[in-house]
């Protein structure tokens, strides 16, 4: 018989900015007794990141910095790198950034189409509903895994005030979501921000402030200003109230 795909929900925290919002139901599984051989497991090992040799851990949320195009390439070579060990890679974010990485993916041999049509590879586009966009993203790799995925890496450029997309304390929360939402599955998660491009809120709390790792320049650091979600979100929703 045909295997019925395994639907994962998405995650939520305790302080919702918006509390008439529909809750989302938990990304967490079900919990199950573990044999003593399960038990024993080892960690998963850490992933190579293929940018500067550098290494995380499964789960990790990164904010990478980027000015220049040289930065912008070396980037993608985090879905490069994945893609030719065989993980299961998304391309998330505004369509201008979405082609951009797509090209940039083309320049090193690897067609696009044809990986997604061998489901090595998806690209996923924004919605202006940030919830049901963080739910895209959870169906696609609850799929992934189903399909025997054992790694995911997403590769996001958010489109931040861009048309189409949610508003900026929307895109904030789904930021510090991704946090939460990324430890559920085994995968890697690099946001792409433009630091010549962006207003300093956004670097202050969307980069800074929702993101665990930050890559700057040639190194990948434990980021200082990060601020788990719950106390987050309660901020965000404390200066949504006093604006």
């Known amino acids: 018989m045909p295997r019925v795909p395994r639907r994962i929900a998405l995650p939520i925290v305790a302080a919702d900015v918006d ?18 051989t399960e038990a024993l497991q080892r960690e998963p090992p850490p992933v190579r990141l293929g940018v ?17 195009p040289r930065e912008f390439r070396e980037c993608v070579r985090f879905l490069e790198v994945g893609l030719d060990e065989g993980d299961f890679c998304v391309i998330f974010g505004h ?9 940039t993916l083309a320049e090193t041999g690897h067609d696009c189409t044809r990986l997604e049509a061998q489901r ?21 790799f609850t799929a992934a895994v189903n399909d025997g995925a054992k790694l995911i890496r997403l590769l996001g450029n958010i489109g931040w005030g861009r048309e189409g997309w949610p508003t900026e304390n ?8 991704v946090t939460g ?31 665990p790792l930050t890559f700057c320049g040639n190194v990948i650091r434990q980021n200082p200003h990060y601020v788990e979600a719950e106390q987050f979100l309660s901020g965000l929703r404390q200066r949504r109230e006093e604006s």
């Open 19 to 36: 509390s008439a919002a529909p809750r989302p139901q938990s990304l967490t599984p079900p919990q199950t007794r573990r044999g003593p």
């Open 52 to 68: 500067h040799d550098e290494f995380v851990n499964v789960g990790a949320h990164i904010a990478y910095f980027w000015e220049t």
């Open 95 to 103: 369509d201008e950034g979405n082609r951009r990485v797509s090209e």
């Open 120 to 140: 090595r590879l998806v690209v996923v586009r924004g919605d202006t509903d940030a919830k049901k966009m963080l739910a895209n993203i959870g169906d696609t």
């Open 170 to 177: 929307d895109i904030l929360e789904f930021e510090a979501r």
């Open 181 to 211: 939402a990324a430890k559920a599955f085994p995968c890697v998660v690099v946001c792409m921000y433009d630091v010549q491009a962006l207003p300093g809120r956004v670097m202050t709390h969307g980069a800074f402030e929702t993101h």
